[in-house]
């Protein structure tokens, strides 16, 4: 499946519950960071080694997949709603984020890139 056409079950899905009403960007914003949270509750309190662990674990880790999902959706919604397509977006940033930290003075560091 393409981002385009998950973009177009998206939509269909919240069209058909008719959900565009609630779907402002400031609704959809503060809903991905809502579903970000959820994310991070996946592995709250958890040691590294019961993460490795989650991810051995079936059942966790489909609830990890899922709540990615949720996050991801939300993305698409917030990205659609603001008029620019997701994909290009990250494209764009990855090659700031090229320039920013050149491989030379970022390899195995994780210093922020103001400061390289």
């Not at 973009?7 to 959900?19: C, H, I, K, P, S």
């Not at 490795?52 to 489909?62: M, V």
């Amino acid at each position: 499946m393409t981002i385009d056409e998950l973009l177009e079950q998206v939509l269909a899905f919240r069209d058909e519950r008719d959900w565009k009403q609630f779907h402002t960007l400031r609704n959809l914003i503060v809903s991905t960071s809502i579903e970000a949270g959820e994310l991070l509750e996946t592995i709250q309190w958890k040691t590294d080694a019961e993460i490795e662990a989650l991810l051995r674990d079936p059942e966790q880790l489909r609830g990890l997949r899922h709540e990615c999902a949720d996050v991801f959706l939300y993305l698409l919604l917030t990205a659609n709603t603001a008029g620019f397509n997701l994909l290009d977006a990250a494209a764009e940033k990855l090659k700031l984020n090229a320039e920013r930290y050149p491989a030379d003075k970022a390899r195995g560091k994780a210093t922020k890139y103001s400061e390289l």
